[in-house]
């Protein structure tokens, strides 16, 4: 095998695993359960005038930006603007409390500055394990926020603080991140159409 076939195969590689994790959750009427289960709470949390907290590390962070962005500007159409914000944002608040308390704890004093009961708290961890999503995820519970988790397949610390826990049958963090982008298009494409009937 040449360089070239080599490079091709590879790449096949990766796209028929990101493919088996989407057709895992396509087979998972539990999984698919939270994700509908995700989405009512969601619009219930608008629908009482409550906002949506994201939050993530590295590629969750972009993940979490990305998100906000499609609820707080438009999906498919145009129409009043939710609330919405990824918590990593703030580059002077980030690093200020980075740098005052340690970075375990820049989420988590987001949270208890802006979450009030109701709100929800989107938190990404391809481990479950991130230190400052799981500290968010426990100051999110202290302000009675719901918490859902996006996570890999373990769920880590932060499955255990969720009321709802979308667990990626997956270990491989590119292929989780690959699922969690998926399914939080989902969630902002129903939010959407439910909010805003045409």
């Not at 972009?62 to 603007?81: I, V």
């Not at 608040?93 to 949270?111: I, Q, S």
């Not at 988790?149 to 997956?170: H, V, Y």
């Amino acid at each position: 095998m040449n360089i070239d076939n080599s490079i091709q195969f590879q790449i096949g590689e990766a796209i028929r695993k990101s493919v088996s994790v989407k057709e895992q959750i396509l087979r998972s009427p539990e999984l698919l359960h939270l994700v509908q289960q995700t989405v009512e709470r969601v619009v219930d949390c608008y629908r009482h005038d409550g906002k949506v907290l994201f939050c993530g590390n590295g590629g969750s962070a972009a993940d979490a930006q990305h998100l906000a962005g499609e609820l707080s500007g438009r999906f498919y159409f145009d129409r009043p603007p939710l609330q919405a914000e990824a918590l990593h944002v703030n580059t002077s608040f980030v690093t200020a409390v980075a740098n005052d308390y340690g970075y375990d704890h820049v989420f988590a004093r987001m949270v208890e500055a802006w979450g009030r009961e109701g709100d929800v708290l989107v938190a990404m961890s391809t481990s479950g394990n991130s230190p400052s999503i799981v500290k968010a995820a426990e100051a999110a519970r202290k302000q009675k926020m719901t918490v859902i988790g996006f996570t890999g397949q373990g769920g880590g610390a932060l499955g255990e603080l969720c009321d709802i826990a979308l667990k990626m049958p997956s270990n491989d963090t590119p292929r989780i991140q690959e699922a969690h982008i998926l399914l939080g298009h989902i969630l902002c494409e129903q939010v959407e159409k439910i909010l805003f009937p045409t």
